[in-house]
């Protein structure tokens, strides 16, 4: 069974950090391009950042460009987010996903506008303070 586990989130303050994980189950994430995504209260779930299989070239949200960097480890089928200077307009549930085909350098408006997931992990809540 495919599970996704992200894990990492907690309660900062404004401006400090924290570093999230998203761990593969069942899956790989070899050759597939992962993204971050985060849901606050009452609102849509939103794209944060991808990272493409190979190239390992990055995108990211407006909102956190400069401040996020997402990284991967393929040996422990692991994707990263390193969140810095966070803002209290942060605070959401995190979540990751994973393209559905290999091999592709996808771009921000791809990961902003795919929407045909088949399942969500259970995410990682962040609560930013002011």
């Known amino acids: 069974q495919v599970q996704l586990v992200e894990s990492g989130g907690g309660l900062v303050q404004a401006g400090g950090s924290l570093r999230l994980s998203c761990a593969a189950s069942?899956?790989?994430?070899?050759?597939?391009?992962v993204g971050w995504f985060r849901q606050a209260p009452g609102k849509e779930r939103e794209f944060v950042a991808g990272?493409?299989?190979?190239?390992?070239?990055?995108v990211y949200a407006d909102s956190v460009k400069g401040r996020f960097t997402i990284s991967r480890d393929d040996a422990r089928d692991t994707v990263y987010l390193q969140m810095n200077s966070l803002k209290p307009e942060d605070t959401a549930v995190y979540y990751c996903?994973?393209?559905?085909?290999?091999?592709?350098?996808?771009?921000?408006?791809?990961?902003?506008?795919?929407?045909?997931?088949?399942?969500w992990g259970q995410g990682t809540q962040v609560t930013v303070s002011s």
């Open positions: 996903n994973v393209d559905p085909s290999r091999y592709n350098d996808r771009s921000r408006s791809w990961w902003n506008e795919y929407n045909q997931y088949v399942y």
């Open positions: 069942g899956r790989t994430f070899s050759g597939y391009g």
């Open positions: 990272i493409t299989c190979c190239a390992r070239s990055t």
